[in-house]
């Protein structure tokens, strides 16, 4: 989701810097806001979720995932980094992201999701565009409606992921819904007025899967001495009874 070197990096992009055990916005006001957006459904055709960090895919579109794989819908992740710098001296940290994406995808869904993993660097992704871009342009089923971060998010890695993916949808016809992950804890609902807010409505069960696979990402919720990547208050973003995008 987010890692240490993600505020050095901002400061260097230009983007916003924040940190996760900040207390952030209030899920509170941003609930008043997103019930006057409208209920929306992708069409009915494969999805492809990218995702900058083992674990966006579940926190962002978990529900969506669970619903559309479930219903018998093509589901493909492409996982971008393995989200290694979270913790830069932790080693394997690479493979047990790996490993806890792969758990919670079978706790989200009975059905296989497929997962492509880029293994671009974590936290520098914008050095790699053009590797994220051809590995995007190999991946997209025709007529899928890609998922992708928020491009102005506030994490290089997200925002890079994020202008890659409008930028393919403008120049080849793709439909596109992007997610905010960083942007609900360090923002507010004025910065998205004028944007089209839409909800994806999560069943019961749903929500239950999501709740589920969440609690696989151990080594972002509860690291071994050190502060959570995703403390509790910024996973109380991501337990809505809906899911949010930005079409
Ligand atoms: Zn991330």
Not at 4 to 14: D, E, H
Not at 32 to 57: F, G, I, K, N, T
Not at 232 to 238: N, Q, S
Request: contains cysteine; charged residues 20%; neutral net charge.
């Amino acid at each position: 989701m987010r890692t240490s070197l993600a505020k050095a990096a901002a400061a260097a992009a230009g983007t916003v810097s924040f940190e996760p055990m900040d207390a952030g916005t209030p899920e509170e006001h941003w609930l008043r806001e997103l019930s006057a957006w409208p209920v929306w459904l992708p069409p009915q055709a494969p999805l492809v979720v990218v995702s900058p960090h083992p674990d966006d895919e579940v926190l962002a579109v978990g529900g969506l995932i669970h619903s559309w794989a479930t219903a018998g819908h093509p589901v493909t992740v492409v996982s971008v980094t393995d989200g290694e710098a979270a913790f830069p001296q932790w080693q394997g940290l690479d493979l047990l992201r790996r490993e806890e994406l792969k758990g919670a995808l079978r706790k989200l869904c009975l059905t296989h999701v497929s997962v492509i993993r880029l293994g671009l660097p974590d936290g520098k992704v914008g050095q790699h565009m053009n590797r994220l871009r051809n590995g995007l342009l190999t991946t997209l089923a025709p007529g899928a409606t890609v998922f992708a971060p928020y491009e102005h998010d506030g994490h290089p890695d997200h925002d890079a992921v994020g202008a890659v993916c409008c930028g393919l949808a403008q120049s080849h016809g793709i439909a596109v819904a992007r997610y905010p992950v960083w942007t609900w804890h360090h923002s507010n609902p004025v910065v998205l007025k004028g944007l089209r807010g839409v909800r994806f409505m999560l069943s019961t069960e749903a929500r239950r899967a999501k709740a589920r696979a969440v609690q696989c990402f151990a080594s972002q919720l509860q690291p071994p001495q050190a502060d959570p990547i995703v403390p509790r208050h910024v996973l109380a973003h991501f337990e809505r009874p809906y899911e949010a995008f930005l079409l």
